[in-house]
């Protein structure tokens, strides 16, 4: 009785988790597919390389150079942040806002030669396709709410596999694995086929599901290391004066960081006063050159006004986690066979969740026909009863 009662028990915590998040994962899985591809997509557009090819050795132009030459074109807006794109060879990219301070969905993006200091590209970054699929996929343009929403919808689809896998379990004592009762009714071969493809995707639906959870945390994780280490590297500064003037070189400043850690890249700068650094610093985030390592970055902060590097520290393990988690969503580790192989079981994925409501609305029909039934034979019953002068 107490099996009974267990798998009772399991069955609703399925049904229901199951219930409550399976039409956001049916977005999350339909807006995933193009965004694994979202590389491949971008080269069958056609578009070609903005930089043009030059022989090794070439001398590029100063950061400091390029950084002129960006603002200006936009002499009335400040730079917040410098990257480069890693498919976008001898480019350096600029954005650019009103102010530091302003809202960070407020930005133009200038795209500089790193050879010829020229402006190449202002792409427009937030319009087209997969600027829409990127955001239904992350927030549902809903900004930090849809995440931690779409987060709790990661968290039930965890319960829901959790409690698949408790349901299956006593199921498989009875039946072969992956058997498929094709002479049974449509709704049972679809709760077969619904229980095998569970099975097989369980893995990649859990990996995929705690990774995602995992993204939609990532304002949280950007406060508690504000909070945290950026906090305590930048304490020093906490009373000084507001930076005045010009501020110093930033080609000093990569000069400064690459010594400090020699075996490393920049990834990207962040100016005094944004969210990523100190009012006082430039922060530059160096990354590793394997394809593991250089998910891990690790913050240099240099004095904006005397050139000095003042701290430099790996990054706390939840904001690695983190960095680490979002291309495992997205299956970037390992080229285009992963992600085809990810591809293969989103699909999967797909049609388990719609056969998940597929099978919840079949019960709840063949429910209400049996009751149907069942109300038309007291009738009959109550008629006959009746009839014969019984009551």
């Not at 591809?37 to 069958?44: G, N």
């Not at 917040?80 to 976008?88: K, L, P």
């Not at 304490?235 to 000084?240: D, I, M, V, W």
């Not at 501020?247 to 969210?275: F, N, R």
Request: glycine share 6%; with cysteine.
């Amino acid at each position: 009785m107490s099996s009974v009662k267990t798998i009772k028990a399991w069955f609703q915590i399925h049904k229901w988790t199951s219930l409550i998040c399976t039409a956001f994962l049916l977005m999350l899985c339909v807006t995933g597919l193009p965004l694994i591809f979202h590389e491949e997509i971008e080269a069958l557009e056609g578009k070609p390389r903005l930089a043009r090819a030059v022989a090794e050795g070439t001398p590029k132009t100063s950061l400091d150079l390029r950084a002129e030459q960006a603002l200006k074109k936009y002499p009335k807006k400040v730079i917040r942040f410098v990257y480069w794109d890693e498919h976008e060879p001898n480019t350096t990219t600029f954005s650019l806002s009103d102010s530091v301070m302003a809202p960070p969905d407020s930005y133009t993006t200038v795209i500089v030669d790193d050879h010829t200091a020229e402006i190449l590209d202002e792409p427009k970054t937030q319009e087209g396709f997969m600027y829409v699929m990127l955001q239904l996929h992350t927030d549902m343009f809903m900004g930090i709410g849809g995440k931690l929403f779409l987060g709790l919808m990661g968290l039930l689809f965890v319960a829901a596999i959790v409690s698949g896998i408790m349901l299956y379990g006593p199921i498989m004592k009875r039946f072969d694995f992956g058997m498929i009762r094709t002479q049974r009714s449509t709704r049972l071969k679809w709760l077969d086929m619904h229980n095998l493809l569970g099975v097989v995707t369980i893995a990649w639906a859990t990996v995929v599901g705690f990774t995602g959870v995992i993204n939609t945390l990532s304002e949280v994780v950007l406060g508690l290391w504000q909070m945290g280490q950026l906090a305590e590297m930048t304490a020093p500064y906490k009373n000084a004066s507001p930076l005045t003037g010009k501020l110093s070189s930033l080609d000093e400043a990569m000069a400064i960081a690459a010594k400090a850690a020699p075996d490393m890249e920049p990834s990207i700068i962040t100016y005094p006063g944004t969210m990523f650094t100190s009012k006082h610093h430039y922060a530059i985030f160096v990354k590793g050159k394997t394809p593991l390592t250089k998910r891990i970055i690790k913050p240099a902060l240099i004095d904006a006004k005397t050139g000095k590097l003042t701290d430099i520290r790996a990054m706390p393990w939840f904001v690695n986690a983190l960095f680490i988690s979002e291309p495992l969503h997205f299956g970037d580790y390992g080229g285009l066979p992963l992600k085809i192989l990810w591809a293969l079981f989103d699909i999967a994925t797909i049609i388990v969740l719609g056969s998940g409501l597929y099978l919840w609305f079949a019960r709840n029909k063949a429910t209400k026909a049996h009751l149907a039934r069942m109300d038309e034979s007291q009738k009959e019953i109550l008629t006959l009863i009746t009839q014969d002068g019984k009551i």
